[in-house]
């Protein structure tokens, strides 16, 4: 009697289901990079899902290492995409009522994004405005990677300021 993994039983159903059981840490992993609600996490994931789904014969035809990359990208996206469409239609809970000081916190952080040397500032600004790292780098003319870097020291500097 020949004994089978899960993977082994994966494989025989379907290639596309084979894949996504490949993936699935990465799928995960970026899961748990964009969302901050469990709601959202599973919303991301299907959308995920069916972006990979829409692409599959493309997907399944690349070499392993390729197909990961593209998987990679088609699963970003569509988290992104789907965190866009779920801003835009958040509401506030009833009853709800800015506080004074979280109006003067935030207009004193735009004041200090405001400050910023280019391009600093229209990198804040771009990702402010739901642009990924991809899409600012072609704006600003910068690698993705480097827009990655140059985010997390322009934060770094504006809660250094935030908090003198």
């Given amino acids: 009697m020949k004994h089978y993994s899960v993977i082994n039983i994966v494989k025989l159903q379907d290639p596309f289901e084979a894949m996504l ?31 990979l789904w829409r692409d599959r014969e493309r997907l399944l035809s690349l070499p392993t290492v390729q197909q990961a990359a593209l998987t990679w990208k088609i699963s ?12 835009e239609t958040e509401t506030l809970p009833e009853g709800y009522e800015s506080a004074d000081e979280d109006r003067s916190m935030l207009r004193e952080l735009h004041e200090r994004i405001a400050l910023l040397d280019e391009p600093d ?44």
């Fill in 76 to 87: 970003r996206n569509a988290m992104i995409d789907c965190l866009r469409k779920l801003k």
């Fill in 121 to 164: 500032r229209s990198i804040v600004r771009l990702q402010l405005e739901g642009y990924n790292y991809e899409e600012i780098g072609e704006r600003v003319g910068m690698t993705e990677k480097n827009v990655s870097v140059r985010l997390v020291r322009i934060k770094e500097k504006l809660r250094k300021s935030m908090t003198i």
């Fill in 21 to 51: 059981h490949r993936y699935r840490g990465l799928l995960f992993s970026l899961c748990r990079h964009y969302c901050r609600r469990g709601l959202e996490a599973d919303d991301l994931l299907q959308e995920a899902t069916v972006a």
